[in-house]
């Protein structure tokens, strides 16, 4: 079955360093990944994703996700974090089980909190 | 553009009550999804649809939980009787295309609309 796993419920950062929200995934073939943000009282929002290509995925602000096919994870990376990079991060994969119809897993989530 | 609608962004219920959630997607947007977000846990979806048909349901617990999407466009999910475990956020999204001439999805990304916050006492 295809799962995701975020290992992390919470990660801290000071202001101006680089972050990294981490996540592994188990699936049959390869895989379709996905990172979203989800702001207070907000829907989730996409931020980028890996179909196939450059293992380095860059996505909106000033996100990128490094896709290992080795070590089967797809952590989430930012240079230099901001205040308002706090928020809920998911990771998803396309679920390419029985009747392949696009639907997300979506793992636990993981609060990133940045700190002034 | 205009994004995904819901409403009632909260709702407030006793267990055994019904209630019912609505959900307009982005202009042609082909695919719905409504799923459902327990406090820490990620979202899981409860049913697809594919203009007006139901793709997957395989998690949407039938003996409660119903939905649909007569036209193809905006969709409703209603619970009846509401239990206690069914506190939770109820999120739909939508995407642009589903099912491709070969039965594969063609993947288009998802966007989430702000969700309903179902509380059940």
């Known amino acids: 079955a295809q799962s995701v796993a975020q290992p992390e419920d919470q990660v801290n950062v000071a202001e101006g360093n680089p972050l990294t929200v981490k996540c592994t995934y188990s699936?049959?073939?390869?895989?379709?990944l996905f990172w979203y943000v989800q702001y207070p009282n907000r829907g989730l929002q996409f931020l980028l994703k890996?179909?196939?290509?450059?293992?380095l995925v860059k996505g909106s602000y000033g996100f990128e996700a490094e896709f290992n096919k080795s070590q089967t994870s797809f952590h989430l990376k930012k240079p230099s974090a901001l205040v308002s990079d706090s928020a809920l991060y998911f990771c998803?994969?396309?679920?390419?089980?029985?009747?392949?119809?696009?639907?997300?897993?979506f793992g636990q989530g993981t609060t990133l909190q940045v700190k002034p | 553009e205009a994004g995904v609608a819901q409403s009632p962004r909260y709702k407030i219920i006793e267990k055994r009550q019904s209630v019912a959630f609505w959900c307009n997607p982005i202009s042609g947007h082909a695919t719905l999804y409504w799923y459902q977000q327990i406090l820490g846990q990620g979202p899981k979806l409860l049913i697809q649809f594919q203009n007006n048909g139901v793709v997957d349901d395989s998690q949407l617990p039938k003996d409660r939980f119903s939905a649909e999407r007569l036209k193809g466009v905006d969709s409703t999910l209603k619970i009846q009787p509401a239990k206690l475990e069914d506190s939770a956020v109820y999120l739909c999204?939508?995407?642009?295309?589903?099912?491709?001439?070969?039965?594969?999805?063609?993947?288009?990304?998802?966007?989430f609309g702000p969700g309903t916050r179902l509380t059940v006492l």
């Open positions: 998803a994969v396309r679920d390419m089980g029985s009747g392949n119809t696009g639907k997300l897993i």
């Open positions: 890996y179909i196939t290509g450059d293992n």
């Open positions: 999204a939508s995407s642009l295309r589903g099912l491709a001439g070969n039965s594969r999805f063609s993947y288009n990304e998802q966007f």
């Open positions: 699936v049959s073939g390869n895989p379709y």
